[in-house]
């Protein structure tokens, strides 16, 4: 589904949800059209107003990553790891995680004052068919991520994977 669908499904003004979210109808049509990219705190308004998830009116794989694996609207820049042309990419799904964690690592709970002390973490990684949305990454220290990337076992991956699924509300 798409912002457009979601909100036409609620019958949902475009007017309505702008003065919820705190922003102007045209914006509202930007977002819909894929002209601009909404910030993390809007999306999440959004899908609260709207009673959905996050994912259900942000379409990551058409935003982010075409059918070639490039990034089409993607906020800030990719890169190859290697040659199966697996590619990281810095998008609004990132943001979305970064803003549910509220400075607050997804492992081990501690809570940092700076919200940009935090990495993002694949939980299951886009090499091995992980998606780049925010219900398969986590926010991460960097003690954990660097833990989770040395010795993950079982127990931590499920821990995280229960971890990803509260950035689908």
Known sequence: MSLRAV???RNVKQEDLAAYIGVSPSMI???ERGLSIPPADKVVKMAEYLHTTVDSIMD????V???DGIPTHAKNSF???NDDKVRIV??????????V???TCDLCGLSFPRKDFLETHYVIWLRDGGTPTPDNMVALCPNCHKLVHMDCDSATTEKLL???KKHRQ
């Open 79 to 81: 890169s190859s790891l």
């Open 29 to 31: 049509s930007r977002y």
């Open 7 to 9: 909100r036409l499904d």
């Open 101 to 103: 964690a509220n400075g």
């Open 65 to 67: 990553i075409d059918s």
């Open 90 to 99: 810095t998008s609004e799904a990132e943001d979305i995680v970064l803003s």
């Open 60 to 63: 990551y794989r058409r935003n």
């Open 162 to 164: 229960l971890a990803a």
